[in-house]
């Protein structure tokens, strides 16, 4: 037996439970089975086991998780639970650490809703920056509900308090049932292609979560998503929110709240035209009456009565800025003429040619150097000298340095 070997108990649970932790598999996981040994602690802790038919497993609910159920698990409850495995290390005991609980009924329609959710946020349905902005005036309404439902009564009937005479278009859909989804979404198609509808209310009244399931579908999120025309998703009461509403360009608490969201208030409208003409005439009015002013200035200087006299002011202030504009340019020219005859005669100063012209030559040895002094070439070597015309080829006979 190797003492090295040899843990203490307390130091074997701290192994297990960290061999646990270390299993990413294990930190995160639902489990489908039923409850059983509940019971709930005086401090709001949830104790319970989590079993089947093979294999049980002991579970807690830490009070912080637990005031967010909504309902009270109970014994023989199939549910499916959320949470991570690790060790009740006083028991050395493996234990799942729960939080979250949901009935499996609805736990699987819940998971499969996410999974829906998780695949459209994906493909941008829901982005914020898609929505478009309701028209302000549409020149008719969409409506896809049922033709016996509350849902197209409340539309109407809003519509045409607020906006008497707006047209309302129904697309006659089934909005529970297996063929709902399609007839839904074949309406938000059929409408989007009239010219005479600007926006598209999809609406159904309130219902269990079962009920609106077809506005939680992935037909009807793409039919909405590919609509050419702003979507109003009016479905369910307040409380409920489904897919439909999330990729909709809006969500309207209710069908009601759809049709006030759709049009404004007729009266308003024309109470606001009223003002604005009333603002227009008083602002042209003003301008009028401004003008009318001016006129009279104008006619009472004399300017209207004799106008070629009114004119010869400004004929003869004119003829005396020509002059004195002639006289600048003038003056300018000038100037300018000296400074370029300036320059010119500079120029001719330090000209080679003409320093030739007054008698001077260059001389440059066989290698086309110019020479400075006698010592540069030899007695007989051919030198050349540069006239200010012509030039000569010589040959040396004869030279005297005066050494400077």
Known sequence: ??????????????????????????????????????????????????????????????????????????????????GYVSLYPREVM???????????????????????????????????????????????????????????????????????????????????GDKAAQEVAEGLRMLGAREDIDVIIVARGGGSMEDLGVFNTETVAEAVFKSPKPVISAVGHEIDYTITDLVADVRAATPTAAGELAVPVKDELFKALDKSREKLYHVLQNRLERERMRLGYLAGSGALNSPARWLRNYQEELAKQEVLLFDLLDGYLRNKRHELQVASGKLQ?????????????????????????????????????????????????????SGE
Not at 3 to 17: F, G, H, N, W
Not at 53 to 81: H, I, Q, Y
Not at 96 to 103: K, Q, S
Request: contains cysteine; charged residues 25%; proline residues 6%.
């Open 1 to 82: 037996m190797c003492a090295d070997r040899i843990l203490k108990v307390s130091d074997l649970a701290a192994l297990l439970q960290k061999m646990l932790d270390d299993r990413p598999e294990l930190s995160n996981l639902w489990v489908r089975g039923e409850i059983s040994n509940f019971k709930k602690h005086a401090a709001g802790h949830l104790y319970f086991s989590i079993k089947d038919e093979k294999a049980a497993v002991r579970a807690v609910m830490f009070k912080s998780r637990a005031w967010s159920l909504n309902f009270l698990p109970r014994d023989g409850m199939d549910c499916l639970v959320r």
């Open 94 to 176: 493996v234990q799942f650490y729960v939080e979250e609980i949901i009935p499996a009924g609805i736990g699987l329609q819940h998971l499969a809703l996410e999974e829906i959710k998780k695949k459209l946020q994906e493909k941008g349905y829901f982005a914020p920056e898609r929505k478009r902005p309701l028209p302000f005036l549409p020149r008719g309404l969409g409506v896809v509900t049922s033709p016996t439902g509350a849902a197209i009564r409340d539309i109407h009937h809003v519509v045409q308090r607020r906006y008497p005479g707006m047209p309302v278009i129904l697309y006659p859909a089934l909005v529970q």
């Open 349 to 401: 100063s330090l000209s080679p040619l003409d320093t030739l012209a007054r008698g001077f030559s260059i001389c440059k040895d066989k290698n086309g150097r110019v020479v400075f002094r006698a010592s540069q070439v030899e007695l007989n070597e051919t030198v050349g000298i540069q006239l200010f015309s012509g030039r000569l080829e010589c040959v040396v006979t004869k030279k005297e340095d």
